[in-house]
Structure formats: C-alpha cells, structure tokens
Nanobody, 124 residues
Framework: QVQLVESGGGLVQAGGSLRLSCVAS????????MGWFRQAPGKGREFVLA????????DYAGFVKGRFTLSRDIAKKTVYLEMNSLKPEDTAVYYC?????????????????WGQGTRVTVSS
C-alpha cells in the first residue's frame, strides 16, 4: 500500500502562483508513476501531469501550456506541482495519484492510490 498526502492548496488571484506537494509513504519503490489530476465543480476528473519516479520523465496535459511544472525530491518521496499564471478555470480539487509501472498513463483507471485532494481556488 502507498499513502499519499497532498498539501499547498488555497485561494489565489488570477495570475498568481501556488505550489502543491504530495508526500508518499508506505510500500514505495522506484518503479512507480505519480500524477496529478483535478476535478472542477460539476465536472469529471481530468489528468494534469505525471512523472516517472525512476527517470523523472514527465507528461503534461495540453492546457498546462508551460504554466505548470512537476518535480520530485527522491529523498523526501515528495512530488511538487508548481502552478504559475493561474486562471479561474484552474479552480478545482487537485488529487495526487500513483501506480506501479514504467510508462505514464493519463487515464485515472491506471492509478491505484489516491490522496484526499487539496482545493485550489483562483479568483478573477
């Protein structure tokens, strides 16, 4: 089992920045993928970006467009989602997720472990 705990959400004005963190614990290994999804009010959950733990390779959804970056701290078992130039449409609950594997999947069904989510609200 892997436990994931997100933090860093909050209220920010449009154009501002936030950094989300996701700490993994439990049965972690180097062969897993950690990703971020988000769910806006009244909408389904969508893929944002993900990183392979071993190589650090990343995959981003198109709407990220260079505004969001993902990094990892192996020693701390933590993934950081840096969000810049935030827009009101980025308002959502952001979830950290993980699964054991090598290739990055964008489908939420790939992911076996989920955090509780952290809310991000961007005001106009």
């Amino acid at each position: 089992q892997v436990q994931l705990v997100e933090s860093g959400g909050g209220l920010v004005q449009a154009g501002g920045s936030l950094r989300l963190s996701c700490v993994a614990s439990g049965r972690t290994s180097s062969n897993y993928v950690m990703g971020w999804f988000r769910q806006a009010p009244g909408k389904g959950r969508e893929f944002v970006l993900a990183i392979t733990w071993r190589s650090g390779g990343t995959d981003y959804a198109g709407f990220v467009k260079g505004r969001f970056t993902l990094s990892r701290d192996i020693a701390k078992k933590t993934v950081y989602l840096e969000m810049n130039s935030l827009k009101p449409e980025d308002t959502a609950v952001y979830y950290c997720a993980a699964y054991y594997g090598i290739g990055i999947g964008r489908n939420e069904n790939h992911y076996d472990y989920w955090g509780q989510g952290t809310r991000v609200t961007v005001s106009s």
